[in-house]
Nanobody, 116 residues
């Protein structure tokens, strides 16, 4: 399975961005899809996950600001990011797997920079 992420960029604090990630095929290994991020000098961390049945999970730091969703017909997961903060600056990675607790496929990453 290949994951192609897009939608990153530079945005001012308080702004919004929408990330997209399309999976190359509809297989059991995209039952769970999600977004992780890695800031410079920090470990990769969970942002949000969603299952094929639309069960969602968010990191506490993004609750109320970010919304994850998916279009199963398009094998695509989205991350709508509102109220962006400088601390959201990171490379965002799309991921997928059978279970949200064990992602096995990763996209190439897309840079999100929040700065004035």
């Amino acid at each position: 399975v290949q994951l192609q992420a897009s939608g990153g960029g530079l945005v001012q604090p308080g702004g919004s961005l929408r990330l997209s990630c399309a999976a190359s095929e509809n297989v059991f290994e995209i039952n769970a899809m999600g977004w992780y991020r890695q800031a410079p000098g920090k470990q990769r961390e969970l942002v949000a996950t969603v299952t094929r049945g639309n069960s969602v999970n968010y990191a506490d730091s993004v609750k109320g600001r970010f919304t994850i969703s998916r279009d199963n017909a398009k094998n695509t997961v989205y991350l709508q990011m509102n109220g962006l903060k400088p601390e959201d600056t990171a490379v965002y990675y799309c991921s997928s797997g059978v279970f949200t607790s064990k992602m096995v496929y990763w996209g190439q990453g897309t840079q999100v920079t929040v700065s004035s």
